[in-house]
């Protein structure tokens, strides 16, 4: 068994095509049936089911292909590791940002490779947390800073660096609840459209704590979008109230309301439990405590 031949079977099973592999793969059909052929022999079992032109992972390839992903992530990450262990000057960082890091956390992280890293490659997804965190487990991403009141618990997963923000209903500052000059309540607020990302179970059970029934999201938000910047945007160009984190609308003032949310959003970095970490994810690590220092002073 080589890794050249386990590479070939975990492309092989993404695409789930002998021509679309060996066209993935640069090889000849013949070869690529060759190398699969091979490496069933020495595994002793049959990877995939031939179903006419169609192929189907056997229940040992489904099993084969998880532990062969980790093999060939474990070699890339070996590989990356020799070219640019001396600084994680060079090679690739591949991060998840959910909404409310990724409107606060992309463009510190890109302005700083820019000026420091010229030759990195870093690659930003944005995703809520379930798709980030599926995206890290098939290690597409070397880490993900999301929502970790979203996660559920796992032993596959490792979080560190988590930090807490301030949130809260904000508007403009020239929003007729904002020129009141007194606290306002929960129904003040739901007199005009609402919008938030999609909230976690744990949130919500903190709104309808504080204000009663009518504070469930699913009747308090009107205005639902996985993009934090987006709907800070609608907040600003509207008479729409946005309840998210502070920090990522300066120019939005945060509403008096009675009884106090007095709320925080929490984020950490998140990463494989048993797997080698990128070289360059070391940059997120020592830079992410100084950009959050700036943004909880917000």
């Not at 022999?41 to 532990?67: H, K, M, Q, V």
């Not at 000057?89 to 940002?97: A, C, N, P, S, T």
Request: include cysteine; charge should be neutral; proline fraction near 5%.
């Amino acid at each position: 068994m080589t890794l050249v031949q386990l590479r070939h079977f975990v492309v092989l099973a993404d695409v789930g095509s002998f021509v679309q592999a060996s066209a993935a793969l640069f090889l000849t059909q013949p070869a690529l049936t060759r190398s699969i052929q091979g490496l069933e022999e020495e595994l002793g079992g049959l990877l995939f089911d031939r179903l006419g032109r169609r192929i189907a992972l056997t229940p040992f390839g489904r099993e084969a292909l998880a532990r062969a992903k980790q093999l060939v992530s474990d070699a890339d990450a070996l590989k990356q590791a020799g070219k640019g262990l001396h600084a994680g000057l060079i090679g690739k960082l591949r991060v998840g940002l959910s909404s409310g890091p990724g409107a606060l956390l992309s463009t510190p992280l890109m302005l700083h490779m820019a000026e420091h890293h010229p030759r990195l490659q870093v690659q930003i997804s944005r995703g809520n947390t379930d798709v980030l965190l599926h995206a890290l487990r098939e290690q597409h991403l070397d880490g993900a800073v999301v929502d970790i009141r979203a996660m559920r618990p796992a032993s596959d997963l490792k979080v560190d660096l988590s930090f807490e923000l301030g949130a809260g209903f904000l508007a403009r500052r020239d929003h007729p609840l904002a020129q009141r000059g007194r606290a306002v309540s929960l129904d003040d607020v739901m007199a005009y459209p609402v919008a938030s990302t999609p909230l976690s179970d744990e949130v919500a059970r903190i709104l309808m704590a504080r204000y009663g029934p009518q504070a469930n999201p699913d009747d308090l938000v009107t205005l639902r979008c996985d993009e934090t910047l987006s709907i800070v945007e609608v907040a600003r160009r509207s008479d729409a109230v946005v309840l998210t984190v502070t920090a990522v609308a300066a120019d939005l003032v945060r509403l008096d309301v009675v009884p106090a949310l007095n709320a925080t959003a929490r984020f950490g970095l998140v990463t494989l439990a048993h797997r080698q970490e990128a070289p360059a994810l070391r940059i997120l690590r020592e830079q992410m405590p100084h950009w959050i220092a700036v943004f909880s002073e917000l």
